[in-house]
Antibody, heavy 121, light 111 residues
Framework: QVTLKESGPALVKPTQTLTLTCTFS??????????VNWIRQPPGKALEWLAR???????FYSTSLKTRLTISKDTSKNQVVLTMTNMDPVDTATYYC?????????????WGQGTMVTVSS | QSVLTQPPSVSGAPGQRVTISCTGS?????????VHWYQQLPGTTPHLLLY???DRPSGVPDRFSGSQSGTSASLAITGLQAEDEADYYC???????????FGSGTKVTVL
């Protein structure tokens, strides 16, 4: 059974750096074709893709947020970490990690439960 | 501002057929990138509803179907049921942005 779970602070202050961890099981991010993404959803708004890391360590970022994001992985721990710098109240959202596979057409087939992050002083 | 445009809401009576459009451009849907659809029930996590050429993951009823033409895609729900009340999102890849893009989301209401 494939599962993903996000963890991180529920509250951060403006200008701080957010660090989120996605811990997964049921697959290996060293397997060819596997990818893990971060996606967020502000309250009452649409989904927004943020970043992706691949089995071969390739990384990809949202053009609009590229300068603030860093995604990395620890294959031995089955974890993917996202850092977002210079947090602002508009970054208040539920943050999800989700798997996709090259063989699956890059559809986000399994999602974590999400973690709500509020940015406020 | 979402790259893919969806109607904010659609509604239908139980048993009816509703469709949700997803309009993109030549750098995403029009470039033949796959379109995927997600269902987000109230207060829950999105989950994959349709992928690729309208394929359904295990457990998704065949009342849900998808199609794609030109720079648009659509999701159809036939035999609408109360449990289908949810938000629906389309998603694709955009070559100009070098990343994934989501639709603006459509709320389906069962009258």
């Amino acid at each position: 059974q494939v599962t993903l779970k996000e963890s991180g602070p529920a509250l951060v202050k403006p200008t701080q750096t957010l660090t989120l961890t996605c811990t997964f099981s049921g697959f290996s991010l060293s397997t060819s074709g596997m990818r893990v993404n971060w996606i967020r959803q502000p309250p009452g708004k649409a989904l927004e893709w943020l970043a992706r890391i691949d089995w071969d360590d390739d990384t990809f970022y949202s053009t609009s947020l590229k300068t603030r994001l860093t995604i990395s992985k620890d294959t031995s721990k089955n974890q993917v970490v996202l850092t977002m710098t210079n947090m602002d109240p508009v970054d208040t959202a539920t943050y999800y990690c989700a798997r996709c596979k090259v063989a699956g057409g890059d559809a986000f087939d399994i999602w974590g439960q999400g973690t709500m992050v509020t940015v406020s002083s | 501002q979402s790259v893919l445009t969806q109607p904010p809401s659609v509604s239908g009576a139980p048993g009816q057929r509703v469709t949700i459009s997803c309009t993109g451009s030549s750098s995403n849907i029009g470039a033949y990138y796959d379109v995927h659809w997600y269902q987000q029930l109230p207060g829950t996590t999105p989950h994959l509803l349709l992928y690729g050429n309208g394929d359904r993951p295990s457990g998704v009823p065949d009342r849900f179907s998808g199609s794609q033409s030109g720079t648009s895609a659509s999701l159809a729900i036939t035999g609408l049921q109360a449990e289908d009340e949810a938000d629906y999102y389309c998603q694709s890849y955009d070559s100009s942005l070098s990343g994934y893009v989501f639709g603006s989301g459509t709320k389906v209401t069962v009258l």
